[in-house]
């Protein structure tokens, strides 16, 4: 089976227009959302990111993060998030557990090669980090990538020091069907209003089921999930589906 980002790749073609990604006033098409990953893609090639090495993403959960995300998988790379609360010595040389050759950062991180980095790279991402991404090369394709190769790699504790969980394009991709078949009953509205359901081992993952489902991922940062468990009910007193917003990157994998 193909790399889960041909899932989007697909919504763009189906749905060139439908909201993929927003974030108060700014949004994302799934026809943008699969150019910008495309340029992501195209970015990361050029500065030697090859299929299999890893890319962190030290990021609060904004449009660039899922950017840079589906860019990284596209190119075939292994996304590994890191939060933001997690010190900078945590992304490791490449090759150790949860090593990266690339690490974006925000900018009030310190970036490029430091101490305590090895030969990680920091690129800092600012507001303007869409606009920028306008003039990288494009990677129009989607790397090819077996069920069983990693796709995500999560790190688990309060540093990072347990234990990795590698997460393959295979097991993600039949989360997504399983989160897809959940909330199949529901209208588009409904989908559009909040993302599946996140679990920090992988259970379930909200972009992919999102772009599978072909609805709209909202990035709210700082925005609380719902505390009760509960379904909430429309106007006319039916259930809606049980959900929670994603707001944040060490959730959303």
């Not at 490029?112 to 990680?120: L, Q, V």
């Not at 679990?199 to 700082?222: F, M």
């Amino acid at each position: 089976m193909s790399n889960l980002v041909t899932a989007l790749v697909e919504a763009a073609e189906r749905h060139p227009l439908r909201l993929a990604v927003q974030e108060g006033d700014s949004a994302l098409t799934y026809a943008e959302l699969d150019e910008f990953s495309a340029r992501a893609a195209g970015g990361l090639l050029a500065h030697g990111v090859r299929p299999g090495d890893r890319v962190g993403l030290r990021l609060p959960y904004v449009p660039a993060f899922a950017v840079l995300y589906f860019g990284a998988l596209r190119a075939g790379a292994v996304v590994v998030p890191y939060p933001r609360t997690w010190p900078l010595a945590v992304v490791r040389p490449r090759g150790d557990a949860g090593g990266a050759r690339l690490a974006f950062s925000t900018p009030a991180a310190p970036t490029g090669r430091e101490r305590g980095t090895g030969d990680t790279t920091l690129v800092p991402v600012g507001p303007d980090f869409l606009q920028q991404m306008a003039f990288w090369p494009q990677f129009a394709g989607v790397a090819d990538r077996a069920d069983h190769d990693p796709a995500v790699v999560v790190r688990t504790g309060a540093t990072g020091d347990a234990e990795d969980a590698v997460l393959g394009h295979g097991a993600l991709r039949e989360a997504a069907r399983t989160t897809r078949m959940l909330i199949n009953e529901a209208t588009a509205d409904d989908i559009q209003e909040s993302a599946p359901v996140l679990s920090a081992i992988g259970r379930t993952y909200g972009p992919h089921a999102v772009v599978v489902t072909g609805a709209c991922l909202p990035v709210e940062e700082g925005r609380a999930a719902p505390s009760s468990h509960a379904p909430a009910e429309r106007e006319d007193g039916t259930a809606k589906p049980r959900t929670v917003r994603a707001n944040r990157p060490a959730r959303f994998p």
